[in-house]
T-cell receptor, first 117, second 111 residues
Framework: ETGVTQTPRHLVMGMTNKKSLKCEQH?????MYWYKQSAKKPLELMFV???????ENNSVPSRFSPECPNSSHLFLHLHTLQPEDSALYLC????????????????FGEGSRLTVL | QKEVEQNSGPLSVPEGAIASLNCTYS??????FFWYRQYSGKSPELIMS????GDKEDGRFTAQLNKASQYVSLLIRDSQPSDSATYLC???????????FGKGNQVVVIP
């Protein structure tokens, strides 16, 4: 396994469904991220788990719930989503901390394309 | 004001020409600057990082940073069809693990 892997690659769900996106990184990094990418909009940071601390974007609705059981795995639990939540959800990892000068060098997974009907 | 702005529309360049992309940012405290390339249907990949004023060259790519004017640019020399992609500008503070991205600029290299 290499880099950052995401499953599933494609997901179609109804507004009442509950589903989860999974991400796994094999790079030994200590920070993981969820980004949302919608057409014609900048990448939007949703959640960060860094050095076991969670940081979130306060504008993210509560129907998105992250989980990070360890430094290599990250989940995004989805519940009662809306059609406007349809987007590409990207997981990324990086190495952060004192002495790390290249913060911002994110390694992205291939993404999970979500369609909410 | 948007944190990171990339205002140019799709950029079409003939093969072999120079593609020039610009990005401005609003936070004067920003210290780290990145260019990511994203092919259609793929995830972003880092192609350049720059931390100090001036130019940084890596192969056919040159990043230019001007902190006083708050802009960072990317030049692609001898453009190839394989350079056709969307280029994302990203900015953050040193040691901060939160990147702010621009919307991206699409580059189309015409053979």
């Amino acid at each position: 396994e290499t880099g950052v892997t995401q499953t599933p690659r494609h997901l179609v769900m109804g507004m009442t469904n509950k589903k989860s996106l999974k991400c796994e990184q094999h790079l030994g990094h200590n920070a993981m991220y969820w980004y949302k990418q919608s057409a014609k909009k900048p990448l939007e940071l949703m959640f960060v788990y860094s050095l076991e601390e969670r940081v979130e974007n306060n504008s993210v609705p509560s129907r998105f719930s992250p989980e990070c059981p360890n430094s290599s795995h990250l989940f995004l639990h989805l519940h009662t989503l809306q059609p406007e939540d349809s987007a590409l959800y990207l997981c990324a990892s990086s190495q952060v901390g004192p002495g790390v000068s290249n913060t911002g060098e994110l390694f992205f997974g291939e993404g999970s394309r979500l369609t909410v009907l | 004001q948007k944190e990171v702005e990339q205002n140019s529309g799709p950029l079409s360049v003939p093969e072999g020409a120079i593609a020039s992309l610009n990005c401005t940012y609003s936070d004067r405290g920003s210290q780290s600057f990145f260019w990511y390339r994203q092919y259609s249907g793929k995830s972003p990949e880092l192609i350049m990082s720059i931390y100090s004023n001036g130019d940084k060259e890596d192969g056919r790519f040159t990043a230019q940073l001007n902190k006083a004017s708050q802009y960072v640019s990317l030049l692609i020399r001898d453009s190839q069809p394989s350079d056709s992609a969307t280029y994302l500008c990203a900015v953050n503070h040193y040691g901060n693990n939160r990147l702010a991205f621009g919307k991206g600029n699409q580059v189309v290299v015409i053979p």
